[in-house]
């Protein structure tokens, strides 16, 4: 299935659905409640926490100012380790040249690390199509490629699914890919867990080829960064004779000082951890230890568009920590599938509309999919602004679709579906401009109130379908103020926006 899903219906209509799923409910309920306690304690334990996020935004922000020169700095250090650099404009690119290097090397089969970057990029099924087997190694991703499903969040990709459904899984399914899950298996979390031990093992032992993403790139010496709390990353990245990393270019950090800013903050705002279980470096290649090839794919994919939004930018400090899906009450009752991306929750509302554009239905209604509660900016650990974020996107799908070529000249596709909003807007702004023509409009609307319907007539439906209009005064302000205060109310009015100036 593809790691995109455009094609998916607007999240409205996905997240209707979604709702009315009581077991997928009650699955998030458990597990982001859970989840977000254990967060709170972790960073109440730190006296700095303000500081150290503080430090994590401005590091992010200086490091996408100045991104051309760390990822030459980049390229030089790996090439000087032994690794090599390949670029990637596109998913297309990226996925192309993953494939090409697999099949340089004889195999037909990868064992691959968690990755957002290569699930963005739809890196299974293309990898698929060209007769090379993928398996997934994270004990959650494991779970969704068994179930022949989609990720759901960032962290636990698996948490819509619950201990039975995951013992049905592997009971139906292992077989198939491997090693078949143990008879009369349980819904213990040690049995499913060791199932998954003794069916992973094999692949571990028999692959040559890795695939992994970063969760960090150290600029100064080209390192790279994987952070994860299992245990099967180290074998993916340790065993396998090449390594092949797909990597965004956004998760460049220049030094290593820098580094232990996020070494910090990560474990304790995803897992609730005071230090990450696993953390893997690896320096390009090294004789007698570890792979023997190392490739590095950096991958643009919409990046360098979204840096040039000097408000939507912020989300490229993301470091995937997954805490804003657990305090979102959006999220907490609509599922990630309804997003239609990889990156679900607030940050997906940001982030997918930014790398994909908003041209297709689920991209245009993203941006909607919050109630601009701030809940999601207050535990963010890089302070990115996400419902700023929100209304920003809003405006730009309000106003217009993207920028397409009309001969030699570049022009805003109008957006479907809010010309009515955008015509609403326009009659708003003239008439504030002229004060009679708002005056005689509020007289107007006081005027006609017993004729008002209680609710909107067309699109507008949706909105009053579950709230009254607000009733219209039988007068307006103005004209109350004139009958209650006089001429002698308008002068102190006029006197004290005279000293306000």
Known sequence: ?????????????????????????GNLRHATHTIRAKRAKAVAEVSDWARLREAGRQIKDHTLRHLDTY????????????????WAADADEANRIVADLVRATGETEVVKVKSMATQEIGLNEALEAEGIHAYETDLAELIVQLGKDRPSHILVPAIHRNR???????????????RPAPENLSDTPAELAEAARLHLREKFLRAKVGVSGANFVVAETGTMVVVESEGNGRMCLTLPETLISVVGIEKI??????????????PRSSTAERMNPYTSMWTGTTDGDGPRDFHLVLLDNGRTDTL??????????????????????VYER????????????????????????TASEIDASLPYASSLCGACYEVCPVAIDIP?????????????????????????????????ERAAMRAARWAFTYPAALRAGQRLASGTRRFHPRTLPGPGRAWSASRDLPPVPAEPFRDWWRRTQGDAGTATAAASRENER
């Open 308 to 329: 040039a939004d000097e408000v939507g930018r912020q989300a490229l400090r993301c470091i995937r920590c997954s805490a804003c899906l657990n305090v979102c009450p």
């Open 388 to 420: 700023e974020v929100l209304v920003h996107l809003r405006e730009r799908v309000a106003q217009g679709g993207p920028v397409v070529r009309d001969g030699n000249r570049a022009v805003l596709r109008p957006a479907k579906g809010h010309a009515a």
């Open 71 to 86: 990822l030459l700095q980049v390229e030089a250090a790996v090439t000087a380790a032994g690794g090599t650099v390949h």
């Open 253 to 266: 950090v220049p030094t290593w000082r820098d580094l232990e800013v996020f070494l910090q903050t990560l």
């Open 1 to 25: 299935m593809s790691g995109t899903y455009v094609g998916m219906p607007s999240f409205p209509k996905a997240a209707h659905d979604a709702v009315g799923n009581e077991t997928l409910r």
């Open 334 to 357: 609509a599922g990630g599938h309804a997003y239609g991306s990889v990156y679900p929750g607030p940050i997906g509302a940001i982030l997918s509309p930014q790398l994909r554009g």
């Open 164 to 178: 039975g459904e995951i013992r049905d899984i592997f009971a139906a399914e292992m077989s198939e890919w491997g």
